[in-house]
């Protein structure tokens, strides 16, 4: 089965596609989610349908400081040690990831400030005696003027030699993997001067936010197609591995649609996890209904066989054995489509529209 003439709008590869790991996250009290009001089972419950979740900052401090950002909650504090505790014991997959911020935070006096290396290990170390699995760094791009490649290593390092994984997020990955000094979008100078290579490796993630849907509203073509490159690039070049979110806002909350969009974007283009992210990710709701997509079993393992992904100016897709899945970017719609024979992207357009045509995939099966 060959591809002839697609337009390259993203990088080639050719992809194996398994489902995408849970994601979720959560910057509420974890012992209120979704109603728990302090009952740990409940919240463990909740949580415990992730892969990968992401707890807030603060939950870290078994004490309060009135002059600390943030000054901690002793009482969730304990509450959270609880619901870690008993979702290992109802999911031993579930990873948890506490939240640490390698760029600015505020201060008593309203001045920007950062944490120092010292205080990077010892929030890290109180979050490992909680029981995570990783640390998620928060601003680790060259967009805050502290962060620069010594800084992202000094961090990077002090979490693996306390034997976690690391997770970081920034919006333009270049400023995580490149070995320039000078990248667009940086605030400051002197960002990489030695040239140093990143720490990132197997053992860590790296976040897509607003992946699809930003702030509630579809991404731009030109915008996620580009940074989907460079994420599936840095991925083979280091190893670490792609979790995306989509961010919404309270005007532009969950969507169906989007989500289906965003959810087989990310299986298409083998992204390692996913997970839609509800309006301030839960800090102030406390809610994390449970997105999910259910597909058909037999795509999913048809997908498995590894195979490139093609595209033209609108759409792109996947073989899945006799069939193919093309997802539409004018429409934000994906389709399962009949083909057995070799395939030129004019022919998609044929395909959609023929009598036989196809039928719309949604993360409740096929239309």
């Known amino acids: 089965m060959t591809f002839a003439g697609s337009s390259l709008l993203f990088a080639k590869s050719i992809l194996p596609a398994t489902t995408p790991a849970r ?9 209120l989610a979704n109603g728990a009001n302090g009952d740990v089972e409940k919240a463990a419950s909740v949580f415990s ?8 900052d603060g939950l870290e401090f078994p004490d309060r400081e009135s002059g600390r950002h943030p000054p901690g909650d002793p009482e969730e504090h304990q509450k959270t040690l609880r619901i870690i505790a008993a979702v290992r014991d109802r999911s031993p997959g ?30 890290a170390r109180l979050w490992k005696h909680m029981g995570v699995a990783g640390i998620f760094l928060d601003e680790a791009g060259y967009d805050f003027t502290v962060v620069t490649r010594k800084r992202q290593n000094t961090a990077v390092r002090i979490i693996h030699e306390l034997g976690l994984s690391a997770f970081l997020n920034a919006y333009f990955l270049d400023h995580l993997f490149s070995l320039e000094d000078t990248l667009p979008y940086a605030n400051g100078t002197a960002k990489n001067p030695e040239r140093l290579p990143p720490l990132l490796d197997r053992r860590d993630l790296f976040l897509l936010e607003s992946f699809q849907v930003s702030r509630g509203n579809y991404e731009s073509v030109s915008a996620w197609q580009a940074r989907l490159n460079q994420a599936l690039h840095y991925r083979r070049r280091f190893g670490p591995r792609i979790f995306a979110t989509t961010t919404t806002t309270e005007q532009e909350p969950f969507s169906t649609e989007k989500f289906n969009y965003a959810w087989w974007t990310a299986l298409l283009y083998g992204l390692d996890g996913f997970g839609w992210g509800e309006p301030n990710f839960a800090a102030l709701g406390n809610t994390l209904p449970d997105r999910r997509c259910s ?9 498995e066989q590894p195979s490139a992904v093609g595209s033209d100016d609108r759409r792109f897709w996947r073989r899945a054995s006799n069939f193919l899945v093309v997802a539409d970017t004018a429409t934000h719609s994906v389709h399962r489509v009949r083909s057995d024979g070799s395939l030129e992207p004019k022919d998609i357009e044929t395909l959609l529209t023929s009598p036989r045509g196809g039928s719309v995939l949604t993360c409740g099966g096929g239309a």
């Open 23 to 31: 994601l979720a996250i959560y910057y509420g009290y974890p012992s």
């Open 49 to 56: 349908a992730y892969d990968v979740v992401i707890l807030g």
């Open 94 to 123: 579930t990873r948890f990831y506490g939240y640490v911020c390698l760029g600015e935070i505020p201060s008593p006096r309203g001045e920007k400030i950062s944490l120092t290396p010292d205080q990077l290990e010892e929030r």
């Open 295 to 303: 597909v058909d079993g037999t795509i999913v393992r048809a997908l």
